[in-house]
């Protein structure tokens, strides 16, 4: 247990974000705390890096939304201190804290204090025998850096461990994961470090945690975002949640890509949907479709969505158009029955359905398949087919 939330076993992974304030600055620290823990984030990590920063954590523990881990470097008195001041868990760096005696003085303290301790091994940091004897910082070196420190709680009796091998290359990152979780049985906290601003960062972080979350490693996750910390907050939750690993809790917007049939802005209507809906703890999923000709039937499996056509827009209810509205008010439109959809059920919704809305917009598609023509050519491309499979040769 990192406080009150479950690590490890059958748990759910849960999502890691760390702030960035001065941790001394409980005001400001704290207030980040709530934006992450508003933005998804399961757990919080504060940096312990000097005296003022662990009598701050001890004045935020009390009024913090979610655990709060403090994290270690270089003064293991720090992390004495962090675990007076009420931390629900620890981060220690094994390349920066490297006496044995002052490691097992921390983890002795810890197991007093019942509280875990997460070995976060990285690879800009690695013990530097370690780095001599492999070489660089491999799959190998990291993993052995993290059973050295292990091996060194367990002499005094303590098991309360999560580890952690980050690598900003993401395949070695993904090799020294697969390693360690064939060695050790502890829980694991998977990261791409240092992986840049977004897009780049996300990416790395998506290819490196996304791997292997889908071969059943990992237990907690963090992306190691150079941007606002509610950005890796929310990639995190979200990432979980698009796996399937946590339930829905926010907006999935799904929209089509949009081509030369699109009848609307399709960029533009779905960022309107999405700054609209986002955040609001609507647990739905909205399709923002180009057209008329494909979006319902290509989004029957959103919740809710619209598709655009002839300067209308067709609001539809799992795949069934229930209502026609100008172009201009599609928007507004899509936005109120999400709401209503969310309050009330899709059978309820549907029960209200316009009952000529399905009809116009079947009017309507095709019309524009008229227009555009059928870039299947469906009816032509079957005759042709059954011609050729009927034909004696
Ligand atoms: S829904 Fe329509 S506009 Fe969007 S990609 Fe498909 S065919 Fe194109």
Not at 54 to 61: K, L, T
């Amino acid at each position: 247990m990192v406080g009150s939330v479950a690590v490890g076993g059958d748990a759910p992974v849960t999502v890691q974000s760390m702030t960035t304030t001065k941790t001394a600055d409980v005001d400001a620290t704290l207030a980040q705390i709530y934006a992450l823990a508003g933005a998804g984030a399961d757990i919080v990590r504060i940096t312990c890096n000097d005296v003022a920063a662990a009598q701050g954590i001890a004045e935020m523990v009390p009024r913090s939304p979610v655990p709060l881990i403090a994290d270690i470097h270089f003064q293991y008195k720090l992390a004495l201190g962090a675990i007076e001041a009420g931390v629900a868990g620890l981060r220690l760096n094994p390349g920066n804290i490297r006496k044995e005696d002052h490691i097992k003085q921390v983890a002795r303290a810890a197991r007093d204090a019942g509280i875990p301790i997460r070995i976060g091994v990285n690879a800009g940091s690695l013990d530097k025998d370690l780095l001599e004897k492999h070489g660089s910082a491999t799959p190998e070196a990291l993993v052995e850096s993290a059973m050295l420190e292990a091996r060194y709680l367990e002499e005094v009796d303590f098991y309360d461990i999560k580890i952690s091998v980050k690598h900003s290359n993401v395949p070695r990152m993904i090799d020294s994961y697969r390693l360690l979780s064939r060695t050790s049985d502890y829980p694991l906290h998977l990261g791409v470090t240092e992986a840049g601003p977004p897009p780049g960062g996300l990416i790395k972080s998506v290819a490196g945690i996304a791997t292997l979350l889908s071969e059943g490693i990992g237990n907690t996750i963090r992306f190691s975002l150079t941007a606002d910390p509610v950005e890796e907050a929310k990639a995190g939750r979200q990432l979980l949640e698009y796996l399937g690993l946590r339930e829905r809790s926010d907006l999935d917007l799904v929209a089509c890509p949009s081509c030369g049939r699109a009848e609307v802005d399709v960029i533009d209507v779905a960022n309107r949907v999405n700054a609209a809906l986002e955040g609001s703890g609507l647990p739905i999923q909205v399709a923002v479709m180009g057209c008329v000709v494909n979006g319902p039937g290509e989004a029957r499996e959103a919740d809710i969505g619209i598709a655009a056509g002839r300067g209308r827009g067709h609001l539809f209810i799992k795949g069934q158009v229930v209502r026609v509205v100008p172009e201009g008010a599609m928007v507004e439109a899509l936005i109120d029955e999400a709401i209503a959809l969310h309050e009330e059920g899709a059978e309820a919704r549907l029960a209200k359905a316009d009952v000529t809305a399905a009809d116009l917009a079947e009017e309507t598609r095709i019309e524009l398949l008229g227009i555009q023509g059928d870039v299947n050519d469906t009816v032509i491309r079957r005759a042709t087919v059954a011609d050729v499979a009927t034909k004696d040769t």
